[in-house]
């Protein structure tokens, strides 16, 4: 996903002049073609994430576009003030792309593990977050968000799915186990683990690549009265958003994902899925 | 982290302000204002006491709207204007009586200020006050804009700009200013002026002064007596156009 992106934001900054990219190190090496061609829109500040943020909300109060990268926790959680005011408190918008998702970094331990991402932005308003399943994923998903005008996260990992997905942002069934069957929606590069884990079971499976905004409507329509919520981040970061729709109907959710706990053990990103 | 507010709460008991405010009992009396702004910070004062960072800070936002910026009312949206970000978002009512006295907002939004109603809060809102290039208020992010600023303007071909940053010397405590401070030194971002207003409020100072935080990184700096207005203008045209500027605006611990 990553080499997706950086061929993607490589194309996107000769194709539109409006483009800015805001780095602090993380993956400097892989932009230097792209920093070469264009020195005033790929800004390398340094291993520093507060002014990452600050850079990104200047450059888009001129009337760029600025897309800021760096590993989820460095992005998210580090520069989270400067989210809030440098960016939504100036009505100012960018594209965040993180890669480093959850556990993808599992032997480096706790310091580059970031499963509240999704949490953290969720605090914020108005903010889409994409999650790509598939590398074959990103590259429309980052597009569409530069081509907006909206701020968004776009969340990568080293997980994903062996094939790719409709990205339009609707929940998809994948699996599809008839009326009145539990709904499965799994989001991102949990699919194929939850498509393994029911294979037995009659459980209509959903996916979706954007939990932000949800697909509300689309949950609405597919949902009897049970839902299984599987995510690549903490547990439960979607349970009020399925709760809030699912407001008027009887149901009961399953919340899955990743658990709070620093779990001091090291390994694989794969080592840590189950 | 953010600074109380210099304001005091407004008088209750009316919604309408009482117009001229009586005279306060404190001993000095407040420092002189420039003539343009006393009648406007008067009226935003509204009998209210105004601590001393209020009045150390209006004649560099004076000096800066009257001689420096090239800004006006009509201009506000004008990609070619300079640009003022007030960092110190707490340093607002010299700043609302300065934009109010250059005609950037209605006088008469001074009666109200931080009612529930009014556009003006305790600190500046960029979304509700013409002129007014960022909200600000949590210390330690307008070098961090401004410099974003600058880089936004300079890839656009707009090089006439000048981005002017006003800080104060206890916000320079938070570290987001050191991480814009040395990367716009060592990358020569010449377009950039920090205006650091010095009232020797830091809890642990700055040791050989301010402005050597910013020059051990690559900026030029010019310390003058932060009433001068002379030195000021002098000061704040100092720059060389090949490195950012800081102006050190040093005022009495008033």
Known sequence: MRQTFVDTMTDLLAEDPRTALVLADISAAAFAPAAARHPERVLNVGIREQLMMGVAGGLALTGLRPVVHSYAPFLVERAYEQIKLDLDHQAATAVLVSVGASYDRAAAGRTHLSPADVSLIDTLHGWAVHVPGHPGEVSALLRDAVAGDGSAYLRLSILHNDRPHGTDGALTVVRDAGPGAPLLVAVGPVLDAALDAVADLGVTVAYTNRPRPFDTAGLRELAGTEVILVEPYLAGTSSRVVSDALADRPHRLLALGVGHADLRRYGSAEDHTR | ?254
């Open chain 2, 1 to 254: 982290m953010t600074m109380t507010t210099a304001n005091t709460p407004r008088p209750t008991g009316g919604a309408t302000p009482p117009g001229p405010a009586p005279a306060l009992p404190t001993v000095p009396g407040p420092p002189a204002v420039p003539g343009p702004v006393a009648g406007p910070l008067e009226r935003l004062r509204a009998g209210r006491e105004f601590g001393a960072n209020v009045y150390s800070t209006i004649d560099v936002l004076w000096v800066l709207y009257d001689r420096i910026l090239r800004i006006t009312p009509e201009t506000t949206d004008d990609p070619d204007r300079d640009r003022f970000l007030l960092s110190k978002g707490h340093a607002v009512a010299g700043y609302y009586a300065v934009l109010a006295a250059k005609g950037f907002i209605p006088p008469d939004w001074l009666d109200d200020q931080g009612g529930p109603d009014s556009r003006l809060g305790d600190h500046p809102d960029r979304t509700l006050v013409p002129g007014v290039e960022i909200g600000s208020g949590s210390l330690g992010h307008g070098l961090g804009l401004g410099v974003g600023t600058a880089l936004g303007l300079r890839a656009q071909g707009l090089l006439t700009p000048r981005v002017y940053v006003l800080l104060g010397d206890a916000e320079l405590d938070e570290g987001s200013n050191h991480e814009a401070i040395a990367y716009a030194g060592a990358t020569g971002l010449a377009s950039l002026t920090a205006v650091v207003v010095d009232n020797h409020s830091a809890t642990h100072g700055w040791p050989g002064g301010a402005a050597t935080r910013f020059t051990a990184n690559g900026w030029t700096a010019a310390t003058v007596d932060g009433r001068d207005h002379d030195a000021l203008h002098h000061a704040l045209t100092g720059h060389d156009n090949h490195r950012p500027h800081v102006v050190v605006a040093v005022v009495g611990g008033e």
